[in-house]
């Protein structure tokens, strides 16, 4: 069984810094994908940044040069490290894994509880 655990969520001003961390077990192979979510009240939920199992990393025009993905195979953790915080990062941030590589759309079959992240100007 697959299990997705969120940490490293926050508040913080504009301008600031997070990391947030998702530690994954249940995958017999270290082959997935893992991708963040975020979701501001009244807003859909939408995709901030991917990191398929070959270490290819795909981000939102929104986040691009101040998120960065990675992974740490040997710690079983993806990384999201959140750089330059505006309000507009304001939101609930979701971790999800599949063996498939969705990129930034939502059709991961493994999600966490998520963390909140808030900004403040």
């Known amino acids: 069984q697959v299990q997705l655990v969120e940490s490293g969520g926050g508040s913080v001003q504009t301008g600031g810094s997070l990391r947030l961390l998702c530690r994954v077990s249940?995958?017999?192979?270290?082959?997935?994908?893992v991708a963040w979510f975020r979701q501001a009240p009244g807003k859909k939920r939408e995709g901030v940044a991917a990191?398929?199992?070959?270490?290819?990393?795909t981000y939102s025009d929104s986040v691009k040069g101040r998120f960065t993905i990675s992974q740490d195979n040997a710690k079983d953790t993806a990384i999201l490290q959140m750089n330059n915080l505006k309000p507009e990062d304001t939101g609930m941030y979701y971790c999800?894994?599949?063996?498939?590589?969705?990129?930034?759309?939502?059709?991961?079959?493994?999600w966490g509880q998520g963390t909140q992240v808030t900004v403040s100007s």
């Open positions: 999800a894994t599949d063996l498939q590589n969705y990129a930034l759309y939502d059709l991961y079959s493994e």
């Open positions: 990191i398929d199992s070959t270490g290819r990393t």
């Open positions: 249940g995958y017999p192979q270290n082959r997935y994908c």
